[in-house]
């Protein structure tokens, strides 16, 4: 079996298409409606493995139609993840208020919550926290980190949490070039006291957030020294007498400094995978995945209520770029479906400026076998093959039904070679923690 995956596999160089086009003018499609049931309820509903059936059946039907149409985190050591985890896991286990308020909100006849916010996963620690957590979070497993390696932490504290980027990289290339005078110049005392008071100090280091734990994880203290031809003294930054005897120490603190980034927590995926369901193009969103506040949520709804007005006026170009624009900006997040041929529907997070190749790779890890070819049709059946475009440029933005079609020649040779195949092309892993769309 293997063996013939593999002679398939290599097939492929003569069978692939050459790279896809980029779409013309991406445009946004209503999302699909459920099809209403017209047959009256039976006595008894159908069975599971009908449902699922039906549910395949339709989607292969579907898609016969429209294949006719167009410094590495790891080393943080163990010690964080105790002191974090514990009170991570505890939060996850309860929902919010505000979660449970979304849940019990939602609309009769609508699907409910598949995601009950936007999650983040905690390079440091690996505890997956909620979006208006994560900062919270960093910080704490930051904290926890000053205990095993002082100096990291420090340098993680001034690259994360100071937002102005080029101020930022300022102070940190005025800390280094005190550092760097140190090393080449360890005879010279004026190298070795920083004026606190300093207007260079002032205005490039003690206003960023990190700087001062820094100076003192890396050896130096603090001293009250006069002032030359004064009767007052000053405060002062004096690096330690035994800081001269490690020298090399400094210099590789000042390397880390330069060359760190800032600690981000990675968008978990929350990867779902649901069984066939006529429900499967029906979202129903928490606030997280809108760039927007309460109000001015509230304010776009009301908004809805004059589309159907602003549909029949006459409008230039211009003004519906500018509209696609601004609903471009609205969205931070989508909640993207794969429907499979089988009726299969993998569910994932995405940003709204991902492109297209963060999907692809998404699908493919879910497969048993990652090489088999396929592509993506977005709402009315709409090849999406330039996977370099983004999310909300092809407008599957915030939420999206898309349909899987596999390279049908490669199918057919799989076929035509009589090998029994596994009942779904989706990892076991993933079909042993199905769930039901509801």
């Not at 909620?130 to 926890?144: F, N, P, Y």
């Not at 101020?167 to 006291?193: F, Q, S």
């Not at 915030?398 to 199918?411: E, G, K, Q, R």
């Amino acid at each position: 079996m293997r063996k013939f995956f593999q002679e398939i596999k290599a097939d492929l160089k003569f069978k692939t298409a050459g790279p896809g086009q980029k779409l013309s003018e991406p445009s946004r499609v209503p999302k699909e409606k459920p099809k209403a049931e017209a047959a009256p309820k039976p006595r008894q509903g159908p069975t599971d493995e009908a449902q699922m059936a039906a549910a395949a059946a339709l989607a292969r039907m579907e898609l016969k139609t429209k294949a006719k149409l167009p410094p590495s985190q790891e080393a943080i050591k163990n010690q964080v993840r105790k002191e974090l985890m514990a009170e991570a896991a505890a939060g996850e286990r309860g929902l919010p208020t505000e979660e449970k308020d979304l849940s019990s909100s939602a609309t009769e006849g609508a699907a409910a919550p598949s995601v009950s916010g936007v999650y983040f996963l905690c390079p440091l620690t690996g505890a997956v926290v909620r979006k208006d957590e994560k900062e919270k979070h960093l910080r704490e497993a930051i904290q926890s980190y000053f205990s095993v390696d002082p100096v990291a932490a420090s340098i993680m504290e001034i690259h994360t949490f100071n937002r102005d980027r080029e101020r930022a990289r300022a102070g940190v290339e005025t800390m280094a070039k005190y550092l760097d005078n140190i090393y080449l110049h360890p005879e010279e005392e004026k190298y070795r006291k920083i004026k606190l008071q300093n207007k260079v100090f002032q205005e490039r280091i003690s206003c960023l957030e990190g700087t001062h734990r820094f100076f003192q994880a890396v050896g130096f203290e603090t001293k009250m020294l006069p002032v030359p031809g004064q009767e007052t003294t000053e405060e002062y930054y004096v690096l330690k007498e035994e800081m001269l005897s490690r020298l090399e120490d400094l210099k590789d603190y000042k390397e880390q400094l330069l060359s760190s980034e800032p600690v981000r927590a990675q968008l978990d995926r929350q990867l779902c995978l649901f069984q066939p369901s006529p429900a499967a193009a029906r979202f129903e969103l928490p606030n997280d995945f809108y760039n927007l506040t309460a109000e001015e949520i509230k304010r776009e709804q009301r908004l809805r209520t004059e589309a159907v007005e602003k549909a029949s006026m006459l409008r230039t170009r211009a003004m519906r770029e500018k509209e696609e624009q601004r609903e471009m900006r609205k969205y931070n997040y989508t909640l993207l479906r794969v429907r499979f041929p089988d009726g299969y529907i993998l569910q994932g997070t995405f940003y709204a400026r991902e492109s297209l190749s963060a999907l692809y790779s998404f699908v493919r890890e879910a497969l048993r076998e990652d090489w088999l070819p396929f592509e993506l049709l977005g709402p009315g059946g709409l090849k999406l093959t330039d996977e370099s475009l983004a999310f909300n440029e092809c407008g599957l933005v915030p939420s999206a039904l898309l349909t899987l079609a596999w390279d049908t020649a490669v199918m057919e040779d799989i076929e035509a070679a009589g090998e029994e195949q596994p009942p779904s092309p989706l990892k076991p892993e993933l079909l042993s923690r199905v769930q039901t769309l509801s």
